[in-house]
Every structure is written in C-alpha cells, then in structure tokens.
C-alpha cells in the first residue's frame, strides 16, 4: 500500500487552505489548475462539466491556458461508450483510475478510441478523478500525459485524499454564484416590496441592504448614519431574540434573524372596525357627507354620525379627513401585499 510522503501533505493541505481563494463562481479556473498540476504534473490539466441528457459539454477550464495542438475530430459522445474510465464513472465509481488500470500500452495503441480520440490528441497516459454526481451530469478533471511514464499510484493516492475538497470547491462557486444572482435581484427589485434583506458585516454594520429594507428601516425606525442600524434595531440585535414586531399605525414589520442576515416583512394591520364602520368610512372617502350616506344606506343621518364618532375613537383620529387617509393607506398597503395576476 502507498504511503503519502510528508512533504506530498504538507504540499495537499496547503493546497486545500488556499484553492477556495483561488476560485470564483467557477469552480475549476485555469489559475486554479495550475496548482493542481503542482501535486500531480501532467503536460495538460482538464477540468470539464458534461451534460448527458443533452449531450452538451459545459463549463470547461484547461491548464494550461493555450488551445491544445491536436485535437481528435470525433465528438465525445461518439466514443464515451468506449472510453474505460468514463464507463467506470458512470456506473458510480468515482475513484481517481488511470487508463493503464484497463488497457496496457500496447493494448491501447490498437484500438479504435487510440486512433480516433487519443493520437489526434498526443494522449497515451491519462489519468481521472470524478466529483461523486449523478450520472446526466458528469464533473471530471482529467490528467493527460503524452509518450513517456505513467502516472504513479502516488498521483492516484493525491487525487483519491484531494476528491472530498474538490467536491467543496464546486459547492462553493455554487454557493457564490446563486447568491451573486440573488443580491442582483434584490438590488434591482422595487423599493415598494413589503420584504426585504439585509446583509451584516461582522462588526454589525450594514454591508448589504435592499432597496426595499432601507425604506423600511427608515419609515420603522427613523434615519441613520450610512451603514449603521438605527439605535432600536442595534439594542435588539445585542438582546439575542431572534425577532422583533413593530407596529406603525396601520403597518407592522415583522425582522427575523438567521445568523448574519435579517429578513424584514411588513403586512397592514386591519382596521378594527365593524363591516357597517367600513361601509361608512369608505363613502366618506369618496366625499359624500352625512345626508348623502345616510340615504344610501337607508339609516338616519344620526346613526351615520353615531358610526362615526365610534369610527374617530377607534382610530384615534378627530376629524373626517384624518380617518379616510387612514383609510386609503390600508387599502394601498394591501394593494401592494397582493399578488399580481399571472
């Protein structure tokens, strides 16, 4: 059995501290390569992403940068089938395999995947690791050496402790690239929205808001420096609790806390009035007088301003103007609560 040398883990755990710096919202970039190619050399590194439902090949990084010289006429999917090591992979071993782990030199040199995909190419050692993935959809580096030695089990060994960081590394530009696409749609989203997000840094300021949660945060609990959460929210932030309700007239705002973000909702707050107060209100917003709602409604006017004096109180409001702006923002509020058609 191989025994990895200690300088070989010290060279693989100084690999894995730094790759994820080294990536971005693709996994396997060339620069990223050509520090694989440092723990397990080869004349070329690939790194490919292949679709099988749709016989696509994605997203796909080589080390190094510059176009391969030979390149085999055939589509890849005119040979898979023949290919030993991806029909291993797509039977769900996912060890690092070598050709030679198959073929002999010799073997391989007379057959047809030889003549059509590996001359062309200047490949007669090759040497695979596979990300564990379902089997329509494939991620492979690909170690290719042309005339010379092969690839050790010592290669073997790095790639086989390397494949559960490689697996993290492509979780990660995954992670990052869904949450660019998130924050780009936050930012683009309308100021209106009833919900928000915001982003903390780790000393508690702001780093990231929507426009939708600087309005809300504004509106509940009044200006702030940039950045900076207002005293109210702070002080809730240092007490633990992981949500805060807060009511603004006929608007609350409900804030949860996961971690480093806060995720801000803000609903409308019924009118405690009876069906009959609503009635009256709503015509009072439409300007008829007292006279005019009660022969609408076929009561006495005295009742209307009975219903409305209940209605003040309520409210706490003094006047006819005061009560139908409450009104009218409730029903803006639920107006931009409901979904829009499809």
Not at 81 to 101: I, Q
């Amino acid at each position: 059995m191989v025994a990895l040398a200690a300088s070989d883990a010290e060279r693989l755990l100084h690999f894995v501290a730094e790759a994820e710096e080294l990536g971005g919202e693709e996994p396997f970039t060339p620069s990223l390569l050509e520090q694989v190619d440092k723990l397990v050399p080869a004349d070329e590194v690939y790194y490919q992403e292949r679709d099988h439902v749709r016989q696509r090949v994605g997203y796909t990084a080589r080390c190094p940068r510059d176009d391969p010289v030979g390149v085999p006429l055939l589509s890849y999917w005119e040979i898979a089938a023949e290919h030993p090591v991806c029909s291993r992979y797509n039977r769900g071993d996912f060890r690092a395999l070598k050709l030679s782990d198959f073929l002999s030199l010799t073997q391989l040199r007379r057959s047809r995947i030889y003549a059509v995909w590996f001359r062309p190419a200047g490949i007669e050692r090759e040497l695979d690791v596979a990300i564990p993935s379902p089997p329509w959809h494939t991620k492979t580096l690909l170690f290719h050496r042309g005339q010379g030695r092969d690839f050790s089990e010592r290669d073997r060994l790095m790639l086989d402790l390397l494949q559960p960081h490689l697996g993290r590394l492509w979780r990660a530009a995954q992670t990052r690239r869904r949450l660019r696409a998130a924050i780009a749609a936050l930012e683009s989203a309308s100021e209106q929205d009833p919900r928000g997000l915001v982003v903390l840094a780790s000393d508690g300021r702001i780093d990231f808001a929507s426009p939708s949660a600087h309005r809300l945060i504004h509106e509940h609990f009044g200006p702030s420096p940039a950045h900076e959460l207002p005293p109210a929210l702070a002080h809730w932030l240092e007490s633990g609790s992981p949500t805060l309700t807060r009511q603004l007239a006929d608007r609350r705002i409900t804030i949860d806390r996961s971690g480093d973000n806060l995720v801000l909702e803000e609903t409308p707050v019924q009118l405690p009035l009876t069906p009959r107060e609503r009635q009256i209100l709503a015509w009072v917003a439409r300007g008829k007088t007292n006279p005019e709602i009660a022969q609408i409604l076929w009561i006495a006017p005295t009742t209307v301003r009975r219903h409305l004096e209940n209605i003040y109180a309520k409210l706490g409001v003094r006047t006819r103007t005061a009560a139908a702006s409450r009104l009218l923002g409730l029903l803006n509020d639920e107006g931009r609560q409901r979904p829009r058609p499809p």
